[in-house]
């Protein structure tokens, strides 16, 4: 009688039978069927390394789910195939797995299987099971049902599980090229496209894609004056100039960057706003990174691969700084390397940007660098970097002492931090379309707001009034060259002033 019991039990949940149940005709009782589900640990940290699923203390990112049905009071009969579990819904990763030692559960190499539903033999009415955390934060929910074989009436019942603790604030933003990885210059004769597409990467401190802005744009994509960068312009939309301001959709930005007429590479900045992930309304705490787009004629003509970049490069101690290299031939994706060690301070980013602020002794400082193609081609360069002494001078007037634990303040316009004698250059301007750019500053009291002033303005920026959150906004007018003013940035008792420049319509800011 046991075994034909069993063999009911597998062929359907709806088929199961009250055999060793307390007695009785199969189907004769009408006592109701009732389900809970609970989980050891109702909260996990975000799994971002990708750990396995285990058990035990230092399986940090797995829990156990509990499962128990009970006829009445009593626990249900046990049985093959009794209980049906799966992720109901609210993450897209994190899995359910057996853990059981069963070898049909488990891959060749006996690593455990993940599931997204389970079905679950009952032992005295009960069974457990496990859920393992992935690398998306949120809450899932798990969800058990049994089928009471008198009347086919299916329970169930569910358990959350919350999944790290995304704070929906930007922490760093990195972007990637498309295929085909790199562009030629505009009306080049090898046929190299001269556009590219590029998507940004705006994540909060969990690694999560930051919220959808519910104001205006959240990322701010700018062309550096730096290399290739004369007549590039990026395309979003009816938007067209060097300075976009783009809205991201599930953390990620699309833009396209078509090149001018030089060769070499075009450094692109981006920036988002950590304080209400808007830089639409000025840009209170700025999260920013620069990312390399090569400009070659050569790409996929079968010419080899080979760096074109400078082989030496002077770099001054203390102060921000930014260069990108660049290369010829190949067959994309590409990525940068380095053998040996950059000067303190500095790194180098998978697209060939070194960046950062060195407090390196001053001295010649010598590393390789090597860039790689999809073909295995490498390219190798010694390079030499020259560390600078900064200059000190005497302040002519007495600086307003702060205390220890609140920084300088700090204020760069497009990577450039040059005295209010020497104008840093802004993206260029068309008066073919609107401009608009969005000025940020660090450090000094972050209690307290950043308020901008402006002087010396041309009339065509009509938003540049204080009290705007440091945007600017407008259209140039047709014949204009160049335009110079003054900008301040002020938080509480400290202040900066930069003099900016916008070239329009292709002009030079002498």
Known sequence: MLK???????????SLTACGGGGGSPGSSNQAYTIS????????PINIANMPAGLGAYASYTTTIYVDARKGSDPIPGGENI????????LDSGALYYLDGDEAHEDDNGNPLAYRSVTLGANSGGASFHFHSGNQAGTARI????TNPADNRVSSASVDIVVGAATGKPANVIATTMAPYSIGSRLNGSLVPDNVGIQAFVRDDANQPVPNPTGGANLQVSIRSFGAYAGARLLSGNQSGSVLQVRTISGVGTISLSSGTDTGVILLEYVTDRFDNDVSNGIQDPVASLHAVNVSNMIGTGQPLVITSSSTISVPSGISFAYALS??????PYNWSLIGALPAGLTLSGSGVITGTTSAPAGDYNVVVQVSDAAGAIAVQNLKITVVAPTVTTPTTPTTPTTPAIG?????VNGCSSDVGTACPLPAASSTGSYSYAFSATGGDTTKPVTWVFSGVPAWLTSA?????????????AGAACDRFLVTATRDT?????QVSIAIDGGTCP
Do not use: D, E, H, Y
């Not at 034909?4 to 709806?14: F, P, R, Y």
């Not at 209980?83 to 609210?90: E, R």
């Open 4 to 14: 034909i019991c069993k063999i009911l039990a597998v062929v359907a949940l709806g």
């Open 37 to 44: 589900v609970r989980a050891a640990k109702t909260q996990l």
């Open 83 to 90: 209980f049906g579990c799966n992720l109901a819904g609210g």
């Open 143 to 146: 969800t058990c049902s049994v």
């Open 327 to 332: 290369f010829q031939g190949g067959v994309g």
């Open 408 to 412: 300088p303040l700090v204020f760069t």
């Open 465 to 477: 009034t204080a009290g705007n959150n440091g945007v600017i906004t407008g259209t140039p007018p």
């Open 494 to 498: 400290m202040s900066v002033t930069r």
